[in-house]
């Protein structure tokens, strides 16, 4: 069955640091990934879009890669501030779905230490 | 107008209450969703609407029905819940059905109380 997994455990850096965040999936061949910001009780806003054909893209202090090989998308966030803490989710799209639903990732919850 | 507007922020109901979420966007979208978000879990789609017709139902118990009275509104009308259902309801929208092709936007959620 299709899985999406991010990193398990919550990540901790030091403001100034890069947070790096991966996205694995297995059983799948999306033809694009997105990701999305989620602070507590609040709903998820929208990152980055990154298709199959595209190997990298950047936003400001953002950047996102996917690699359709190693089935893998690594999330950056450069010189990291407190601000930033937040949970990160990524989602697919569900090409069973006929691509009109997003598969999300249970998401990793970052934070960024003043 | 970039945003997506939910009423009420909170709701605390009885198991025998009838109820009813709303959801507005003025961007001119034309696919509206309803999400299911447990602490801690990613959302879980509920419903979508694509122009304005049901088209995806995840298999919801019938306590849940959902309403979309034109291109701008989303309505999701509760009745006989139970405590599990207890959680925080997110409205989103996109300019397309097709999940492929663009963002969603999410409205800033209720949280259910069911009691």
């Known amino acids: 069955s299709q899985k999406i997994e991010q990193n398990s455990e919550a990540l901790n850096i030091q403001e100034g640091k890069t947070a790096t965040l991966t996205c694995n999936y297995t059983?799948?061949?999306?033809?694009?990934l997105q990701w999305y910001r989620q602070d507590p009780g609040r709903g998820p806003v929208f990152l980055l879009l990154?298709?199959?054909n595209e190997k990298e893209k950047r936003k400001e202090r953002l950047k996102v890669t996917f690699d359709t090989t190693l089935k893998q998308s690594l999330f950056h966030i450069t010189a990291s501030q407190p601000a930033d803490s937040a949970t990160y989710l990524c989602?697919?799209?569900?090409?069973?779905?006929?691509?009109?639903?997003?598969?999300w990732g249970l998401g990793t919850s970052l934070a960024v230490n003043p | 107008d970039t945003e997506v507007t939910q009423t009420p922020k909170h709701l605390v109901m009885g198991m025998t209450n009838k109820k009813s979420l709303k959801c507005e966007q003025h961007?001119?979208?034309?696919?509206m969703y309803w999400y299911k978000q447990k602490a801690k879990k990613p959302p879980e789609l509920m419903f979508v609407y694509s122009y304005e017709k049901l088209s995806i139902n995840e298999s919801v118990p019938s306590r849940f029905s959902p309403e979309c009275p034109n291109s701008s509104l989303l309505n999701l009308h509760l009745h006989a819940l139970q405590p599990e259902d207890s959680a925080l309801y997110l409205c989103?929208?996109?300019?397309?059905?097709?999940?492929?092709?663009?963002?969603?936007?999410f409205g800033p959620g209720t949280r259910l109380t069911v009691l």
């Open positions: 990154i298709r199959e």
């Open positions: 989103a929208s996109s300019q397309y059905g097709r999940a492929l092709y663009n963002e969603q936007f």
């Open positions: 059983n799948y061949s999306p033809a694009y």
């Open positions: 961007m001119g979208h034309r696919a």
């Open positions: 989602a697919l799209g569900d090409n069973a779905g006929n691509n009109r639903k997003l598969i």
